[in-house]
């Protein structure tokens, strides 16, 4: 169950109440963007490799709890998926951003990550942890609601970011459409994509 059905304000009931609907039980799927608020929320300074470590420390967490089986992304909303491959050599000139950010955050009480420069850590680090303890990892693609930039909901755009981490499990949600044939591309040239056909095509 995605976490957003869990989050406060949203859904009052545990998503373990679901169990009595289901043959099996039911397990959580994180949504790193409200994990990295949660963090930022959470902190006293703008140190953003403080965020790093604390981020990375709830992402390990999250990988090792047996009901969780997996994380989603949603930076498809947030700032596209033409998502830059990070070097933590360059951490650093990412500060000001989450300075920004941060400050936005104390001030206005809305953390919502929207900043392409930190949305791209956030992203890059739940990948590397996913590869790491073989959860794999969502990313909503193609059509969604209004506020989503459709050209950079292409996920042919992710194309270095799969191939930086070919131990890392990609899932493809909502079959990509209108962009089916890039996803179907996609699975077919790197073993670690997966794409999910919900209804939008057939798959047979």
């Not at 009052?12 to 679901?18: E, L, N, R, S």
């Not at 959580?28 to 604390?54: H, K, S, W």
């Not at 998502?83 to 989450?98: C, G, N, P, Y």
């Not at 996920?155 to 909502?174: D, E, G, S």
Request: hydrophobic fraction near 40%; charged fraction near 25%.
């Amino acid at each position: 169950m995605d976490d957003l059905f869990a989050s406060p304000g949203k859904v009052a009931i545990p998503f373990g109440w679901h169990d009595r609907l289901t043959v099996s039980a039911t397990r959580r799927i994180i949504r790193v963007e409200t994990l990295a608020e949660d963090v930022a929320r959470g902190m006293d300074i703008a140190d953003l490799r403080q965020f790093v470590q604390l981020y990375l420390k709830r992402l390990m967490d999250q990988a090792t709890d047996p009901d969780v089986v997996g994380f989603k992304s949603v930076i498809c909303y947030r700032t596209g998926l033409d998502i830059e491959v990070t070097i933590k050599e360059r951490l650093d000139s990412r500060a000001d951003a989450f300075h920004e950010y941060f400050v936005h955050g104390k001030r206005t009480g809305n953390w919502r990550l929207e900043i392409k420069a930190l949305n791209d850590v956030v992203t890059n680090l739940a990948c590397q942890i996913s590869g790491s303890y073989g959860k794999p990892i969502q990313f909503h693609t193609g059509l969604g609601d209004n506020d989503i930039q459709l050209v950079k909901a292409n996920p042919a755009c992710m194309q270095r970011l799969i191939a930086a981490y070919p131990n890392t499990k990609f899932v493809l949600l909502h079959s990509s459409y209108p962009y089916t044939r890039e996803a179907g591309y996609l699975t077919n040239v790197y073993d670690n994509v997966y794409l999910d056909c919900n209804g939008s095509l057939r798959c047979g």
